[in-house]
């Protein structure tokens, strides 16, 4: 299993506590969490482009200006930190140059849809084990290390790792039948271990057996085809595409590619073959990758609502009218006026629920006390007589609380469960000096959205 994902978690679990130690909007959480994850790929792997691109593509899965700029800095900080550390040396020893000509585009279409369908396979077989948490734990981990140990004593190259075998299929000493052996004991193994909850990371296994499977490519390809296919050509071949595949991630899988090998000549035939491959696992077998699967197992399905994202990313402190005023059960006809000539938007009328005893607030448009003013007949009424809310029948709207920390995907998830008009934002911690901090209604949230 490969050491990124205990890096990822480490890195994403503690940005995620800092903000909630700091206290910031669940909508900076999800940014903070994206810069761990990027700054635990970049430290593991030593490629702070691909740190970048990964929380880009499966953390964040959006491409902003404000979102780039925080990752980029904590993936710079991690590759910092790790290379003072562990040095900057070069994962894998490739030759500058790699010899590709047109004539070998066949080969990696062929190639691409191979990938895929070991990556289909990978997801399946990872999502099969996936589906039995439900027994104990130990059992789960007794079974990991058996199977594991006892598969490990024929073929040992499955153990740690990797990145021995695959730096030898990188130089081309390893022999077809072991390649194609170690292909299939690591996908099997390491499905099983991931899909039965052992810790640990899937892009490290994903570029070694998609580099061995790369490399029994190559020399089948070598052997059918007239042009002579380098190795090294093929193995980061399925170094790209089985990385992309599998975590659903091609820029990522590129870029990691390209920095971990200093090879740019590899870019070209790279995309190619990992769009091929992409396209096998969704188009051809209706897969999305094992993380959008683990979700979906779970009754998280992130792309079927688009406005999740879009909602997520911005908080109601951002959103919500701060244009109310709060106000007694009753107040005088000289305050009516003053309210209706000057209006805040929102008047928000203190008051007891009955059955609970507790403190409520009814929300109304100030609008409607203006027009009760020019309707009602007011006589001989003075400017000191007092006005009570509950004679006065005004149009009100069904509100409930929410915290200022939230996001508009929360508030509206609010609403909608609540069968509420509006929200009363209220801070995390309450004060009697400022019990309420604005007000956010259906409306706000569809127009922001656009709709």
């Given at each position: 299993?490969?050491?990124?994902?205990?890096?990822?978690?480490?890195?994403?679990?503690?940005?995620?506590?800092?903000?909630?130690?700091?206290?910031?909007?669940?909508?900076?959480?999800?940014?903070?969490?994206?810069?761990?994850?990027?700054?635990?790929?970049?430290?593991?792997?030593?490629?702070?482009?691909?740190?970048?691109?990964?929380?880009?593509?499966?953390?964040?899965?959006?491409?902003?200006?404000?979102?780039?700029?925080?990752?980029?800095?904590?993936?710079?900080?991690?590759?910092?930190?790790?290379?003072?550390?562990?040095?900057?040396?070069?994962?894998?020893?490739?030759?500058?140059?790699?010899?590709?000509?047109?004539?070998?585009?066949?080969?990696?279409?062929?190639?691409?849809?191979?990938?895929?369908?070991?990556?289909?396979?990978?997801?399946?077989?990872?999502?099969?084990?996936?589906?039995?948490?439900?027994?104990?734990?130990?059992?789960?981990?007794?079974?990991?290390?058996?199977?594991a140990g006892l598969i490990?004593?024929?073929?040992?190259?499955?153990?740690?790792?990797?990145?021995?075998?695959?730096?030898?299929?990188?130089?081309?000493?390893?022999?077809?039948?072991?390649?194609?052996?170690?292909?299939?004991?690591?996908l099997a193994v390491t499905?099983?271990?991931?899909?039965?909850?052992?810790?640990?990371?899937?892009?490290?296994?994903?570029?070694?057996?998609?580099?061995?499977?790369?490399?029994?490519?190559?020399?089948?390809?070598?052997?059918?085809?007239?042009?002579?296919?380098?190795?090294?050509?093929?193995?980061?071949?399925?170094?790209?595409?089985?990385?992309?595949?599998?975590?659903?991630?091609?820029?990522?899988?590129?870029?990691?590619?390209?920095?971990?090998?200093?090879?740019?000549?590899?870019?070209?035939?790279?995309?190619?073959?990992?769009?091929?491959?992409?396209?096998?696992?969704?188009?051809?077998?209706?897969?999305?990758?094992?993380?959008?699967?683990?979700?979906?197992?779970?009754?998280?399905?992130?792309?079927?609502?688009?406005?999740?994202?879009?909602?997520?990313?911005?908080?109601?402190?951002?959103?919500?009218?701060?244009?109310?005023?709060?106000?007694?059960?009753?107040?005088?006809?000289?305050?009516?006026?003053?309210?209706?000539?000057?209006?805040?938007?929102?008047?928000?009328?203190?008051?007891?629920?009955?059955?609970?005893?507790?403190?409520?607030?009814?929300?109304?448009?100030?609008?409607?006390?203006?027009?009760?003013?020019?309707?009602?007949?007011?006589?001989?009424?003075?400017?000191?007589?007092?006005?009570?809310?509950?004679?006065?029948?005004?149009?009100?709207?069904?509100?409930?609380?929410?915290?200022?920390?939230?996001?508009?995907?929360?508030?509206?998830?609010?609403?909608?469960?609540?069968?509420?008009?509006?929200?009363?934002?209220?801070?995390?911690?309450?004060?009697?000096?400022?019990?309420?901090?604005?007000?956010?209604?259906?409306?706000?949230?569809?127009?922001?959205?656009?709709?």
């Open positions: 299993m490969g050491r990124e994902g205990p890096c990822v978690h480490l890195g994403a679990g503690t940005a995620s506590q800092l903000g909630q130690w700091l206290g910031l909007p669940r909508n900076s959480l999800r940014t903070l969490v994206a810069c761990g994850a990027a700054a635990g790929i970049s430290a593991s792997f030593n490629t702070p482009m691909a740190g970048v691109i990964f929380a880009m593509e499966v953390i964040l899965m959006e491409h902003t200006i404000a979102g780039f700029i925080p990752v980029i800095v904590a993936s710079v900080l991690g590759a910092v930190i790790s290379q003072l550390v562990f040095g900057s040396d070069i994962s894998f020893d490739v030759d500058a140059r790699i010899g590709f000509e047109v004539a070998v585009i066949p080969y990696m279409l062929v190639a691409g849809l191979i990938f895929g369908i070991a990556a289909v396979a990978f997801t399946q077989l990872h999502m099969l084990f996936f589906r039995l948490h439900r027994y104990w734990l130990l059992l789960r981990f007794t079974v990991i290390g058996a199977v490990a004593v024929f073929v040992p190259e499955i153990m740690g790792t990797g990145y021995d075998t695959l730096a030898d299929a990188l130089n081309g000493v390893l022999t077809l039948e072991i390649l194609l052996l170690v292909v299939l004991a690591k499905a099983l271990a991931t899909g039965l909850g052992m810790f640990g990371g899937l892009i490290g296994p994903s570029l070694v057996i998609g580099g061995c499977l790369g490399g029994a490519l190559g020399l089948i390809g070598g052997d059918l085809m007239p042009v002579a296919i380098d190795p090294k050509f093929s193995v980061l071949l399925g170094m790209v595409a089985m990385m992309g595949a599998v975590l659903n991630a091609p820029m990522a899988a590129l870029v990691a590619t390209l920095e971990l090998s200093h090879s740019p000549e590899m870019i070209f035939p790279s995309m190619l073959t990992v769009v091929v491959a992409c396209l096998t696992l969704k188009q051809g077998f209706g897969s999305e990758g094992v993380f959008t699967e683990q979700l979906r197992h779970h009754g998280h399905d992130i792309l079927s609502d688009h406005s999740k994202g879009f909602l997520s990313r911005v908080g109601v402190a951002s959103v919500m009218n701060k244009s109310f005023v709060i106000c007694d059960p009753d107040l005088s006809l000289g305050q009516a006026k003053a309210l209706a000539s000057q209006p805040p938007i929102w008047l928000l009328v203190k008051g007891t629920d009955a059955d609970t005893d507790t403190d409520t607030l009814q929300l109304m448009p100030t609008a409607e006390l203006a027009r009760w003013l020019e309707s009602a007949e007011l006589g001989e009424m003075e400017a000191t007589d007092r006005l009570q809310f509950s004679e006065m029948n005004l149009a009100s709207y069904a509100s409930v609380e929410i915290d200022s920390l939230a996001s508009l995907h929360e508030a509206s998830n609010r609403l909608r469960s609540a069968e509420a008009e509006a929200l009363v934002v209220v801070p995390v911690i309450k004060s009697e000096a400022k019990p309420v901090l604005g007000v956010i209604t259906k409306t706000n949230i569809l127009n922001y959205y656009g709709m």
